[in-house]
């Protein structure tokens, strides 16, 4: 990533192919997995591809149509009401994902195993949705919906995803049956946690918050043994009231140990916290 990231940096237009080509790729993932594992097995995971399959199996609808359908009047009320601040790359997104639907229709079903097809038809969209996201783009549809709504009535953005696409997985439970519904929040959930992934990776990172009496031979300690910057950070004792700075230094789970270790060794009585870093840019670490 840091090779690509310098690239873009020293030829900006190469930037702005990688993300259409993010967003293609992304859209063609989400469209392929819709027909080999969710629409086969009646997996209605929210958002406008949850409407077409429930409207497939009522009406017989095509459900590239459906989409088209929905999600390109969606975009142009998006525009219309929240500005243009979609972007091409997202009507990109908006149309080519219903192609790849279409043109993809008449591949078998992976699996006829619903749960199966819950959990990686959530792999998928998850995969497809974050690496769109890391086009800066999306696939339009609902989230758009849920943007006008947010704008209009102060609910939360959240608030009008969950309810949206609480709406159309109630709905597939009424259609299909309860079992189908709860395949569908268990593919809804699969979607989040995959797009998390993909966003900010699979590494982890620690950061460790330590208060100790020996802050000098610690500090030299982070920065010679381990190799890692250290932030000393003012703060005061809240019984004594006495000044006592915290070290802050963030390491990879491999160094996490070493770390451990060398704060045990120099100072016993050390109040150490650690803390889950998600994602960590900067020197020493991913470029942004």
């Known amino acids: 990533m840091n090779i690509l990231s310098n690239l873009t940096q020293?030829?900006?237009?190469?930037?702005?192919?990688?993300?259409y080509l993010f967003v293609l790729i992304g859209a063609g993932i989400i469209g392929l997995?819709?027909?080999?594992?969710?629409?086969?097995?009646?997996?209605?995971?929210?958002?406008?591809s949850g409407i077409s399959t429930i409207l497939k199996t009522v009406l017989g609808w095509e459900p590239a149509y459906v989409q088209w359908?929905?999600?390109?009047?969606?975009?142009?009320?998006?525009?219309?009401?929240?500005?243009?601040?979609?972007?091409?790359?997202?009507?990109?997104?908006?149309?080519?994902?219903?192609?790849?639907?279409?043109?993809?229709?008449?591949?078998?079903?992976?699996?006829?195993?619903?749960?199966?097809?819950?959990?990686?038809?959530?792999?998928?969209?998850?995969?497809g949705l974050g690496i769109v996201f890391r086009g800066r783009a999306s696939t339009g549809g609902t989230d758009l919906a849920a943007q006008i709504i947010n704008k209009y009535t102060g609910f939360t953005l959240g608030r009008?995803?969950?309810?949206?696409?609480?709406?159309?997985?109630?709905?597939?439970?009424?259609?299909?049956?309860?079992e189908k519904?709860?395949?569908?929040?268990?593919?809804?959930?699969?979607?989040?946690?995959?797009?998390?992934?993909?966003?900010?990776?699979?590494?982890?990172?620690?950061?460790?918050m330590i208060i100790t009496s020996k802050q000098d031979e610690v500090r030299a300690g982070?920065?010679?043994?381990?190799?890692?910057?250290?932030?000393?950070?003012?703060?005061?004792?809240g019984f004594t009231d006495h000044e006592r700075p915290v070290l802050m230094c963030v390491v990879d789970q491999t160094e996490f140990t070493k770390l451990k270790q060398l704060v045990k060794t120099l100072d016993p009585s050390a109040?150490?916290?650690?803390m889950d870093a998600a994602e960590v840019l900067g020197e020493g670490f991913k470029r942004a």
């Open 10 to 19: 020293t030829y900006p237009k190469m930037r702005i192919a990688i993300d």
């Open 33 to 48: 997995v819709f027909n080999v594992f969710l629409l086969p097995n009646q997996v209605a995971s929210g958002g406008v």
């Open 69 to 127: 359908a929905f999600n390109i009047p969606l975009f142009i009320a998006g525009v219309v009401f929240l500005g243009k601040n979609f972007g091409v790359k997202t009507l990109v997104g908006t149309i080519f994902l219903p192609f790849i639907v279409f043109f993809t229709k008449n591949l078998e079903p992976w699996t006829n195993d619903a749960l199966l097809g819950a959990l990686f038809g959530g792999i998928g969209v998850g995969l």
């Open 160 to 178: 009008c995803v969950v309810m949206i696409d609480g709406l159309i997985v109630l709905t597939a439970a009424i259609v299909f049956d309860i």
């Open 181 to 208: 519904g709860l395949y569908a929040l268990i593919a809804l959930y699969v979607t989040s946690k995959t797009i998390d992934l993909v966003q900010v990776g699979f590494g982890r990172s620690k950061m460790a």
């Open 222 to 237: 982070i920065l010679n043994k381990i190799d890692r910057g250290v932030t000393k950070l003012s703060a005061y004792g």
């Open 271 to 274: 109040f150490v916290v650690v």
